[in-house]
């Protein structure tokens, strides 16, 4: 059988018809107190019998299930973020990543955000924030630096012009 590749997101909004049989039996308090929900999980690995799931710190794992799948926006639970301001109707500043649901109605993910102790009261769309990481790709240096060269007698900048 072909497996989705990984990581992959999607939320759990119904409970499966077969009870807890699904979940593994180490998880199952964890596991049954993140769903059903329109949060956002993320499939880490797979084991070759469970999924492994994680929604920030909280981890469990469950087998093979129907999953709602989510397109993500590069967006994850701890990255820090900037708000994007919009004709001087919002505030802009910096936060971290706390919670990320998934809004059928609307068909795109919702982001709570936290500023130091304090939670935002209001969702953003990944249109409204900026990552401050950017976590895809880093492009290689193009600056030529001059390396130093050796005399021997211990004096690294001999021949150095300064």
Same mark, same amino acid.
């Given at each position: 059988?072909?497996? %989705? ?10 409970? %499966? ?5 699904? +979940? ?5 308090? +964890? ?10 999980? &993320? ?13 920030? !710190?909280?981890?469990? &794992?469950?087998?093979? !299930? ?11 639970? !701890?990255?820090? =973020? ?26 795109? +993910? #919702?982001? &709570?955000?936290? &500023?130091?102790?304090?939670? =935002?009261?209001? #969702? ?7 990552? #401050? ?30």
């Amino acid at each position: 059988m072909d497996w %989705p590749p990984l990581p992959d997101y999607g939320c759990i909004p119904r409970w %499966p018809q077969n009870g807890q049989a699904f +979940i593994h039996p180490d998880d199952v308090t +964890i596991a049954t107190r993140c769903f059903p929900s329109e949060r956002v999980f &993320r499939r880490d690995r797979f084991d070759g019998t469970y999924y492994h799931y994680s929604y920030g !710190s909280v981890r469990f &794992r469950l087998r093979p !299930s129907m999953w709602l799948k989510v397109t993500p926006d590069g967006i994850d639970i !701890s990255d820090h =973020v900037e708000t994007i301001g919009a004709s001087l109707q919002r505030e802009l500043f910096v936060a971290q990543v706390w919670g990320m649901y998934f809004i059928r109605r609307k068909g795109c +993910i #919702l982001y &709570r955000l936290r &500023r130091g102790d304090t939670h =935002v009261p209001r #969702l953003y769309t990944a249109t409204n924030l900026r990552l #401050l990481t950017d976590k895809t790709k880093v492009r290689p240096g193009d600056t030529a630096y001059p390396e130093p060269k050796w005399s021997g007698d211990g004096d690294l900048l001999k021949g150095v012009d300064l």
